[in-house]
C-alpha cells in the first residue's frame, strides 16, 4: 500500500511538472534506437514540454519589448476615401437661416481624399523608462530559458541513470537466479541421491522463487523508467529503445566550496535571471513615477482632397503640444505603489535564490563526498561477499554444512550488489547535481557526468 501510494505521488507530481512533459516528435518505428546521453539531451531540447512553454514565453517577452518600444516610435498610417454625403440643414439648427440658392437639404455629394498621418512622442520619460523595463525583462526571461534546459538536462539525466540503474538491478537479479537455481538442482540431486534432507530442497526452492521475484520486480521498474525518460525526451509514443552509455564509475575532482559557490554566482542562469527581474522592477518603479512628468508630442496629415482627384487640392494640419499631468485621481500614486510591491517581491526572490544556490552547492558537496565512500564500502562489500559465497559452496559440496548457510551467503551477496548499484546510481546523480548546482554549461553536463 505504501508503494502504491508512493508511486501515485510522484505519477502526479511528473504530471504537474511541464519538464516531466513533451510533445511526441512523430510515428515510431520498426528498428530500436539506441540512445546517447547526449541524444537524449538534445531531444528533450527540442520536445520536452517545460523547453517549448520556456521558449514561447521569451517569445512572448519579446512582443512585450517590441510593443513597449512602439510608444517611442513614429507612427504612420496612409488612407485613401471615398466620401458621400447629405446634409440636413435643418436638423444642424440651420434651417431658420434662409440662404438664397441653397436648400434645407444639400447632396448628395461626393469627394476623395488620399492622405497620410504621422504622430510622434518626442518625450515621455514614462514610456522610455517602459521600454527599459521590457528589454531588462526580455533578458531575465532569456536567462530563465537557459535555466529551464539546465532543469531539463539535469531531469533527463536522473532519467536516464534509472534506466542504467535498473537495467544493472536486472543483471544482478538474474545472476542471483541463476545462482539459486544452481543450488536447488544441486539440493534436489542429493536429496534424490539420499545424501541431503528434504528441508534443504525446501529452503533452497524458496531462495529460487524469491529470487525469481525480485527479478520481476526489477524488470517492471526498468520498464517503467525507460517510459518516464521516453515521456521527458520526446520520443514517438511506442518507440523502442536501448540505453547506449552506462556512465561506469569515475571520480571528479572539484573545486573548493568557496570557489564553486563563485562559480555558481556568476553562472548560474537562475540567479541571474532573479536580478534582471529586480532590475526590471526598478525600472519599471521609475516609469511609475514619470506618468507625473509631461509628454511632447507633435503629429500632423497630410493629403488631397476634392471632388475628383483630377480636381483636388493639398490639405494639412499639424499640432504640437505638451500634456502635463494635473490630477489623476490617484492613478499615478496606485501605479507607484503596485510597483514599489514587485520590487520588493523580485528582491526578496533573488536573495532567496542566492541562498538557494549556497544550499544546493553545499548539499552537493556533502552528497558527493558521501557517495564517495558509500563506492568504495560497497565494493569491498561485494568482494566479501563473493568470497562467502564461494566457501558456503564448498562447504555445502563437501557436507560439512546445510543449505541454511549457502542461501544466507547468497542473500547476503544479493544486498551487497543492490548497495553497491544504488552506490554507483547516488554517486552519478550527485555529479549531475553538482553540474546543476554550478550552473555549468548545458553542453558539460554529459562530460561532467562522465568524469571526463
Known amino acids: 500500500m505504501l508503494l502504491l501510494v508512493v508511486a501515485t505521488t510522484a505519477s502526479r507530481a511528473q504530471v504537474m511538472s511541464p519538464n516531466y512533459g513533451s510533445v511526441p516528435s512523430g510515428p515510431a518505428t520498426n528498428e530500436v534506437l539506441r540512445l546517447t546521453l547526449s541524444e ?50 435643418t436638423a ?62 539535469l531531469t533527463v539525466g536522473n532519467a536516464y541513470l534509472q534506466v542504467i540503474e535498473a537495467s544493472s538491478r536486472i543483471e544482478a537479479e538474474e545472476a542471483q537466479v541463476q545462482n539459486a537455481r ?46 518516464t525518460l521516453a515521456r521527458a525526451i520526446g520520443l514517438p509514443l511506442g518507440q523502442t529503445f536501448e540505453i547506449a552509455d552506462q556512465l561506469p564509475y569515475a571520480d571528479i575532482h572539484p573545486p573548493t566550496v568557496e570557489d564553486a559557490l563563485k562559480m555558481a554566482y556568476d553562472s548560474r542562469n537562475d540567479f541571474r535571471s532573479a536580478l534582471n527581474s529586480e532590475k526590471s522592477a526598478e525600472q519599471g518603479l521609475s516609469a511609475a513615477k514619470g506618468e507625473r512628468y509631461p509628454v511632447v508630442a507633435v ?3 497630410y493629403g488631397d482632397q476634392g471632388p475628383t482627384f483630377g480636381q483636388s487640392h493639398g490639405i494639412f494640419s499639424f499640432q504640437a503640444g505638451i500634456d502635463v499631468p494635473v490630477y489623476t485621481g490617484g492613478r499615478i500614486k496606485g501605479d507607484i505603489t503596485q510597483a514599489e ?15 538557494q544556490i549556497d544550499y544546493d552547492v553545499r548539499t552537493a558537496f556533502l552528497n558527493l563526498n558521501a557517495a564517495r565512500e558509500q563506492v568504495d564500502v560497497a565494493h569491498q562489500n561485494v568482494g566479501l561477499a563473493n568470497d562467502n559465497v564461494a566457501r558456503s559452496k564448498e562447504r555445502f559440496a563437501a557436507g560439512v554444512t546445510d543449505s541454511v548457510e549457502v542461501v544466507q551467503s547468497e542473500q547476503s551477496l544479493a544486498s551487497a550488489n543492490d548497495q ?33
Not at 544452481?182 to 529470487?211: K, M, S, W
Not at 554517486?427 to 562530460?447: E, V, Y
Request: aromatic letters at 8%; zero cysteines.
Open 92 to 153: 444642424l439648427g440651420l434651417g431658420a437661416i434662409k440662404i438664397p440658392g441653397v436648400p434645407a437639404v444639400v447632396g448628395p455629394f461626393s469627394y476623395s481624399t488620399a492622405s497620410a498621418s504621422l504622430s510622434q512622442t518626442l518625450f515621455s520619460y514614462e514610456s522610455i523608462q517602459r521600454f527599459r523595463a521590457a528589454r531588462t525583462s526580455e533578458q531575465a526571461v532569456q536567462l530563465s530559458y537557459k535555466d529551464t534546459l539546465d532543469v531539463i538536462t
Open 420 to 452: 553497491y548499484i544504488t552506490s554507483l546510481y547516488s554517486h552519478n546523480l550527485a555529479k549531475l547535481a553538482l553540474a546543476r548546482a554550478l550552473g555549468i554549461a548545458r553542453g558539460s553536463f554529459s562530460q561532467y557526468l562522465g568524469g571526463r
Open 182 to 227: 544452481a543450488l536447488y538442482d544441486q539440493a534436489v540431486n542429493e536429496f534424490q541421491a539420499g545424501t541431503r534432507p528434504r528441508i534443504d530442497v525446501t529452503r533452497t526452492e524458496v531462495q529460487l522463487h524469491t529470487e525469481e521475484y525480485n527479478l520481476s520486480v526489477a524488470r517492471n521498474n526498468f520498464a517503467v523508467a525507460k517510459l
Open 341 to 355: 510591491a514587485t520590487l520588493h517581491q523580485r528582491k526578496a526572490e533573488a536573495e532567496n535564490i542566492r541562498g
Open 299 to 301: 503629429s500632423g496629415d
Open 40 to 89: 537524449a539531451i538534445n531531444l528533450a531540447v527540442r520536445y520536452n514540454l517545460g523547453a517549448i512553454e520556456s521558449d514561447e514565453n521569451s517569445r512572448a517577452a519579446r512582443g512585450q519589448r517590441l510593443l513597449a518600444l512602439s510608444h517611442l516610435l513614429p507612427q504612420v498610417s496612409a488612407g485613401i476615401n471615398e466620401n458621400v454625403d447629405q446634409v440636413n440643414l
